[in-house]
């Protein structure tokens, strides 16, 4: 069974950093892409970021690149959002996700496990 829990998330000031952490168990990173994804209030998820160790990819919503960091320790069966120099427009609940196959996808539909949520704030 896979499973992905999400946590890290917290109350920053702008241009401050977090670094959310994924705990997957299940699944290996070689067989399984695997992504976040955010969701404000009143707006759809959107993928921020995912990497494939298969492809050995990493992909962002242009939005967050050049702040935003996804990185995975095989060992541990983790993975990583570093965020740095946040904004206040990234405030939402983050979510960890992996697809049924090695590649990235982009759209939430098209994942199949999803962690619970981890909320953001980020304050002006």
């Known amino acids: 069974e896979v499973q992905l829990q999400a946590s890290g998330g917290g109350s920053v000031q702008a241009g401050g950093s977090l670094r959310l952490s994924c705990a997957a168990s299940?699944?290996?990173?070689?067989?399984?892409?695997i992504a976040w994804f955010r969701q404000a209030p009143g707006k759809e998820r959107e993928r921020v970021a995912c990497l494939s160790e298969t492809d050995g990819t990493t992909e962002y919503t242009d939005s967050v690149k050049g702040r935003f960091a996804i990185s995975s320790d095989n060992a541990k069966n983790m993975v990583y959002l570093q965020m740095n120099n946040l904004k206040p427009e990234d405030t939402a609940v983050y979510y960890c996700a992996a697809p049924s196959y090695y590649y990235c996808a982009d759209y939430a539909d098209d994942y199949d496990y999803w962690g619970q949520g981890t909320q953001v704030t980020v304050s002006s």
């Open positions: 299940g699944l290996t990173f070689d067989d399984y892409a």
